[in-house]
């Protein structure tokens, strides 16, 4: 038996995430005393896994994996974890990540738990701790299947680094079209941006910013701070920004290290998206706004004045 990471890459770049699901991966697998193999598929990053702890890298080559498809990639990994008798599979809480575990689930037969925010407990069973109740319990799940299939919450495990490289073996996997049940006709890729569930530092606006004009205050920021940017639910609804922007219980969850939310109240919905970041600053107008509540820090203040004043500072001290 052995761990299976799915190491994910795009356009040849690891993404950040992979090593922190190789470093559970490893750390799961000195627990129980096996090995971990990261499973890379298509066009991979440079750096050998193994420095992150893999002790083995298969790379899985095709033309097929040239356009994302979740139904190849679910094939493919799940074939993998039956070739090498992976009864654990990591993965982590992406897009990609939320789009094959459970097709990979159905095709294993296998307990699938995501939301995973710590490192399994394996001295009674199988246990792991995830978000519950939109972030305001955790919840300490038994898993009694055999094969597992766990999601990583991104940024909620740490990167380990190792004096040591693995051996990288190129694979194939027969792939036919009964196998894609779905083509993808286009994709529109967004260039150049931080990714909002990759990011380590996000700057956020709600409806007091008052219209989708005002948000250069917002971008001049996170490009000053080298942050992704994000928004409430109604800013998106009313479409002054993208929904892949939207954050809380029925957008996105994020966990950077730094959520600065500005003209943004706190409502239940919006803190289940965001209320696990390591530090939060708010800036409200209103003292009472329930967001200084989850803050670490707060600033009570027009955001039209603060924003800029930020900018001007943080691009002061970075020059
Ligand atoms: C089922 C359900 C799911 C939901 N899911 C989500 C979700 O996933 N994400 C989400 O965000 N919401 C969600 N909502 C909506 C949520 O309840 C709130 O209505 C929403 O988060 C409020 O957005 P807001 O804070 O941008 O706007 P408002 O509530 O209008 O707050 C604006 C804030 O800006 C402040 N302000 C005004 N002017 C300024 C200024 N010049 N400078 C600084 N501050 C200023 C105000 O004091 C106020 O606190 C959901 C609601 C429901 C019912």
Known sequence: MAVLVFAESDNGKYKKSS?????????????????????????????????????????VQGDVYKTFNPNTYAKTISELSSNIDGQIIILSQTYTGKSIAPLIAIKQEAALVTGIIGMANTSEGFQVKTTAFSNKAVAHIQINQAKKILSIIPNSYQVNTYDSTSEVISHNINISQEDVNTNIVKTEKEIGKIPLTEAELV????????????????????EALGAATACSKPVSDMEWRPHS???????????????????????????????????????????????????????????????????????????
Do not use: M
Request: hydrophobic share 40%; net charge negative; with cysteine.
């Open 203 to 222: 700057i956020s606006a709600g409806r007091g910013l008052k219209s989708a004009e005002n948000w250069n205050l917002v971008e001049d920021l996170a």
């Open 245 to 319: 922007e939207h954050v809380g219980q029925t957008g996105i969850t994020i966990k950077p290290n730094l959520y600065i939310a500005a003209g943004i109240s706190g409502a239940i919905q919006h803190l289940a998206g965001v209320s696990s970041s390591k530090v939060i600053c708010v800036i409200n107008t209103d003292p009472e706004a329930p967001f200084f509540k989850a803050a670490d820090y707060g600033i009570v203040g027009d955001a039209f004045d603060i924003l800029p004043r930020l900018t001007k500072r943080i691009s002061e001290i970075k020059g």
């Open 19 to 59: 090593f922190e699901a190789i470093s559970y991966g490893r750390d799961l697998a000195d627990q129980l005393s096996t090995s971990c193999i990261a499973v890379s598929i298509g066009d991979k990053g440079p750096e050998n896994l193994g420095q992150y702890g893999a002790h083995q890298e298969i790379n």
